[in-house]
């Protein structure tokens, strides 16, 4: 039987100080967080995406997942004792799990490697009248809301279930090349009877996929690529 | 067929010690932020805009246009390592993309080069009960919105589209040189029935058109002239 | 034809680091300040009010009026560049416009030098319901609030309209010697009907006012005195 | 007849770097400030409470009460003088003044000198709906509210208004020894018809009263004794 | 007849600027932190969590107990002297206190021992309308809810009380080893009667059980052991 997992998105912002320091010191700051990513992705999914130019609030973000909690906190840890983390906060950070959905059969115990330019995260809360339903007019409502989403098969979604855990119900990613198709989904959807029992759907991040070295070298100076390579 | 456009609303507040530098490495610091803003604006849309004296939480404000949003993200990893970014924060950024209107053929693919004095920027969300009505009523309803936009002729509008991309549904920017007519007409505005459905509408940026180095020259002393040149 | 005036509330908070500077370093900083202020105020409305002691959130606030923001602008630019400017930030701001009200004839274009000791501001949002009501109901109902105000004829009332402009859609602004007064009228208005259409009204300052050069010297040691003469 | 009195409390962080600072430098700090409070309360009332342990946001909360806000304003810009303030923020302020209440006869002018170990503080502001309640039946109400407090009577309760003069509505202060009965009244309260028009009463908190030098020595090393002396 | 005891939830957050900080300095900080831990353990109950790698705005928390106010006090004004609180926020800080239950006769009068490797924390303010049932109702709604609970025997619950005390109503803390199960209590939680009363339950903070000096190590570089002890 496949296993749940541990899903966390740690979003980084970089002190502008940090850009004042000399190019050695922010090479190995660089060079020592990029090992401890590099570390941890033996064995478990690690994914990086640069935030510069989408957002004002973050710089980086990375997607670390693993069955075993014990192993997120370890590479938070070590990633701690990077220099870069000397000179970073961490404005953000969604902590969940994988779990089969209730009212669709394309459960994901996983987040996949990287399949498309851009992640879309955000956090996401229902109103306690969706909750007070009963189950069946539950399921109904989620069939126009997923067949909706059907119509984009360029669009990928992942969910990952935060109660308990963390602020959010859920957090959602979408995945995907096509950020104009996602926007038209998001406001297609707007007009579905579930959005409706939508309480908080913000922040919403636009991630831009890269491998690790790539979105550190994006914090100070040289731009993803125009090709960008998927995965790590 | 026109393209859509990514368009990037990126505000900028000076850390106060970022004063208390020499000459020397203020002006060299903005030099590169307008070596930047040059590169980028061969070939794309770039506008500056003082919000000095009329907010604040922030300076100076660029509005960035490209078809691809590589573009985008190339333009703020070489603005970011500009002298001035590494005494800068970003209070505020908005993302969002041109869209032809659901309720007006005056449609906009591009933001247009600068016509007008002042730009009053704010991002814009509708309630869920908007979206729950018809599109015939909710067409209905946009009509009375859209003709009383059309007794100010001096006031024009660019609409952008945030859904699933950024934490607001729309970022409004209207362009005049008519504050007071500006003020009016938003107050006017409230009592459409189209009003009733705003969620939010705030913060609202009153932003003074500049050539970029007349922006950067009023962070450290020199006001925009009173009588401005439009355009980069 | 009076013309409508542009007023802007300007609120500063230091940083403690500024107390740490020498004598010589804080007297050179506070007289380019009170310079920049004295050149505004040939021409222009320009009043200093301290808040030490009754926020803790600012300390000092400037309330400058102009036909033309580019004078406002300007100041703002000016002011920067003082040695006072380098240790603050700006923790609130208001702009607005002066404006004849819909509901009474004591219409204000300017706000007007300096008849009380104390001035109270706050921003000002009414209910989308409000909006609804049809244009007779609402001026039937602000006849109560007016007629309820009227009762404290040493409380001076100064509007002025944010549609468009700034966060809010009104700023207001009380002046009177008598602070136990203008309490118990705010508390009085809380009965009224049009009370029932107050989205927000906070923060609330209640501002000290005092020539400029009174409101420096209270950053660094020297209480406003008992009699406090009013006007710059 | 008796005089209304301002009142306002004043709550300091201390910045984690005043730790760092040398003994003596922090002894002469916390000595400055203590002279200041110590001349105010020559003709003033003026309590100090310690709230370490109590809060994250807040070290150290002062209330000072005088007739004339100027002595109110003059106390803080000579505390702002002290060698403490120089690395303290003030994350909360309330402002407001003494007044008789409609409810009840019990109505204090004045705070008075210390009774109990602990004082809870916070903001309150009540519903529209509230005040949109005839008066007769407000009284009825509170009644209600009014017998249950009475039920503690070692618990005594100091309300101020703050209408006009700051962001909430009232200051309440619960002065009492017994912090269990405490949280016990303000439960029991819930249920009452009052509690349902209640908009916000929060931040709570929870200070411990102690003399200036000994709620100043806690900052840095010195706990509160087991035994408090109440008063200054 | 057993005590009611204060509970006090500290959660702290190192500047990353303490991580620059030599070896030496950070090893003293992290010892004189760890003795003021140890002096309170002698006679109360204290234990440390990691929230290292599950949230981005805290590394640790404490969580202490005593019946009398005066020892956390205490404890915390110790604690603020050891090196290591000289480079720390604390960016939340719960106070509550322990009480028989109205609904269960499972009461708990002392926070136990460690039994679990997860604590999940989180503050809880019911609504007003709530409170406005009768008391039959209310307990025939927690009936639900508890039953619920009972399914669940591998997953411990602590309430607290805020009333009058602190900013929430309830501090509640879940204890288990099993993260994935607390997760799927909490999502049907949610369909229950009890959750419709439910205004605010977050943030959430999942705490990894350790004894101090491995939660101290893991904010600059030792993970905690995949086989944690439990209890201090």
Redesign the interface.
């Known amino acids: 039987m496949p296993a749940?997992h541990?899903v966390?998105y740690?979003?980084l912002k970089l002190?502008?100080?940090w850009?004042?320091l000399g190019d050695d010191a922010r090479a190995a700051g660089k060079r020592e967080f990029a090992a401890a990513c590099a570390d941890f992705a033996e064995g478990h999914l690690l994914r990086a995406f640069?935030t510069?130019?989408?957002?004002?609030?973050s710089d980086l973000m990375l997607l670390s997942q693993a069955q075993?909690?014990?192993r997120?906190?370890?590479?938070?840890?070590?990633l701690?004792?990077s220099g870069l983390?000397?000179?970073?906060?961490?404005?953000?950070?969604f902590?969940a799990?994988t779990?089969p959905s209730e009212y669709s059969d394309e459960s994901r115990l996983e987040v996949r490697p990287a399949h498309g330019k851009y992640l879309?995260v955000y956090p996401f809360v229902k109103t306690?009248a969706w909750?007070?339903l009963d189950a069946d007019e539950r399921y109904r409502i989620m069939q126009e809301h997923i067949a909706l989403g059907r119509e984009y098969p360029q669009i990928e979604l992942n969910t990952s279930?935060?109660?308990?855990?963390?602020?959010q119900?859920f957090v959602v990613a979408?995945e995907t090349d096509d950020?104009?198709a996602?926007?038209?989904?998001?406001?297609r959807l707007?007009?579905t009877e579930s959005?409706?029992y939508?309480l908080r759907d913000?922040?919403?991040f636009?991630c831009?996929s890269a491998p690790v070295e790539r979105a550190l070298a994006?914090?100070?100076?040289?731009?993803?690529a125009?090709e960008i390579e998927v995965g790590l």
């Open positions: 749940r541990f966390k740690t979003f002190d502008p100080a850009r004042r640069s510069v130019g989408t957002r004002g609030d075993n909690l014990d997120i906190h370890e590479f938070h840890v070590v701690g004792q983390m000397k000179w970073a906060q961490v404005p953000y950070s902590l799990m779990k879309f306690r909750y007070a279930y935060s109660f308990g855990l963390d602020d119900e979408f950020a104009a996602f926007g038209d989904l998001v406001q707007r007009t959005s409706r939508t913000t922040p919403v636009t831009i994006a914090l100070d100076g040289e731009p993803l125009a």
